[in-house]
């Protein structure tokens, strides 16, 4: 049977979009890697996202994301806005509200376009990052090897549902520098499951230049829910006001961390690139 795919970004962070009706999409690594691989009879994309059918009252789907390492991860920003449109647009509605392994998401039209989505709450504590136990410090100083760091603290840990650390530099970092220290950092033993590694540059307290390593991705034109750890971060840091401009190259979203309810809302665009159909190894 074969499967169509929608190809979407958000801030150039891109996916393939695969929306199953009926059966659900239940790929393997191997298949994953196979829809993420640019060239070579790839598709290329920095995650892959099912969009399967709702398992519980009040959602409209249950969403799946992939990196194109191969492995699950529980929560993805700009493809979160990238479904959310999706599903409006489908049911004729400016607000939606589906399921996904970090929990329930909802999300409503901001503009042509543009969507406001409720990414939910931080994590913070250890445990839920995860954080190894057997570093129980609180001040951890990650030892990365010689690296000319730039950077000014002890790196700051929130999960989005996913894990980040967030580094704050005294200057924008280089694309060879991010790569170099955030694949060090990704698979660092402090973090069990990995880690996605923001380089976060503070130019106002309502404006941080960030730049992301993604866990299982690498280098991407744009983080999500790295863009909502770094503002969590920042404001834990006294760094910025609860609502800023989180800028990469590719452009910018806004994040909120709100106060009545400690959720995490960001806004930000959506683009439809093309649709095909997944190779047939793959359609299963
Ligand atoms: N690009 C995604 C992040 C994917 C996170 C993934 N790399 C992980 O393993 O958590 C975003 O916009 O939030």
Redesign the pocket.
Known sequence: MSRTFLKMN?LG?DFVVVQTLTQNFEPTPEEIRAIAKRGDGGIGC??VIAIDPPKAEGASAYVR?W?SDG?E????????RCVAWLLMQSAGKTEVAFDTVAGRLSGVAAGEKLVTVDMGPPRLEWSQIPLAEAMDTARVELQVGPIDAPWVHTPVCVS?G???VVFFVDAPVSDEFATKTGSLVEHHPLFPE?V?VGFAHVESRDHIRLK?W????GL?A???????AAQVAAVRRGLTDRKAKVEFESGALTIEWRESDGHVIMTGPVSMDFAGKLPEAVAA
């Open positions: 958000g962070n920095d995650q994301f990196n492995e991860t529980g929560a993805c920003g700009n493809g979160t989005m996913n894990p980040h990995g996605n992301v993604e866990r299982g991705a991407t744009a983080c999500g829910t790295g863009a909502c």
